[in-house]
């Protein structure tokens, strides 16, 4: 039951057919957890939410059009997770496009997607702006630390009020030996992310792709600072 509520269930085919659907949605409703799914898949789900009485589903978590290469324009990317937002999804996942070799372009497209975000909180039931990292992409420790700064100082210089998140990447990365979650990238997110929630405490930290078990889960939960070695949630 606590990992249900800290875990989205995603189902991201494109293959991936109704009866699918289905059981995804009363598997995330047993363990009262959120799910993540494709935009073109957002109204099917809500359906089944709603006809099947499936009140214990936590939320719906849609990715953005750019998942999962992230290679879209940033103003056409904002407009689509706006839209998402209207159509009732609590979260939404969005993809960085870690192509970007010039900071500046980078923290623009931060910006532009983060107060698009930003105003979608009163006007609809968004909840949570999960921001993905393809942190496999990105080329030395320094980068990636450089990368998560740049995030956070967006977010505090614009007193944003909205849920973020930090999301360790797609699972849809090339590479099958670093798409998964890695425990180091986790450290190093929490520990500059705990200095900015020491003044706003509205940034969490999702650790994406090749978690299986309940003590891979807790594993980097430890790692996050979001749960004791006992398994209880901080």
């Not at 494109?14 to 363990?31: I, M, V, Y």
């Not at 940033?74 to 996942?93: C, L, M, Q």
């Not at 698009?116 to 993905?132: D, M, N, P, S, W």
């Not at 705990?194 to 299986?212: D, L, Q, V």
């Amino acid at each position: 039951e606590m990992f249900g509520s800290v875990l989205d269930r995603t189902l991201l085919k494109t293959n991936a057919s109704p009866e699918d659907f289905r059981k995804l949605c009363e598997g995330a409703h047993e363990s009262g957890s959120y799910i993540c799914v494709s935009p073109d898949a957002q109204k099917l789900v809500g359906n089944i939410i709603a006809s099947g009485g499936l009140d214990k589903v936590r939320g719906v978590a849609v990715v953005g059009w750019e998942f999962p290469n992230g290679n879209l324009d940033s103003t056409v990317k904002a407009e689509g997770h706006e839209r998402i937002f209207k159509a009732g999804a609590s979260d939404v996942d969005i993809v960085i496009n870690h192509h970007i070799s010039d900071w500046e372009l980078f923290r623009q497209e931060i910006y532009i997607t983060a107060i698009t975000a930003e105003k979608c909180l009163e006007t609809t039931g968004a909840r949570t702006f999960k921001t993905i990292f393809e942190m496999a992409a990105f080329k030395s420790e320094d980068h990636k630390r450089r990368a998560i700064e740049v995030w956070l100082s967006v977010l505090k210089a614009n007193a944003l009020k909205l849920n973020f998140m930090f999301k360790t990447g797609t699972g849809f990365w090339l590479d099958e030996k670093t798409r998964n979650a890695q425990r180091s990238d986790v450290r190093l997110a929490s520990k500059l992310i705990g200095r900015y929630n020491h003044e706003t405490n509205n940034i969490g930290i999702k650790a994406a792709g090749g978690i299986k078990t309940a003590r891979q889960a807790l594993e980097f939960m430890l790692d996050a600072g979001v749960a004791d070695k006992d398994g209880n949630l901080l």
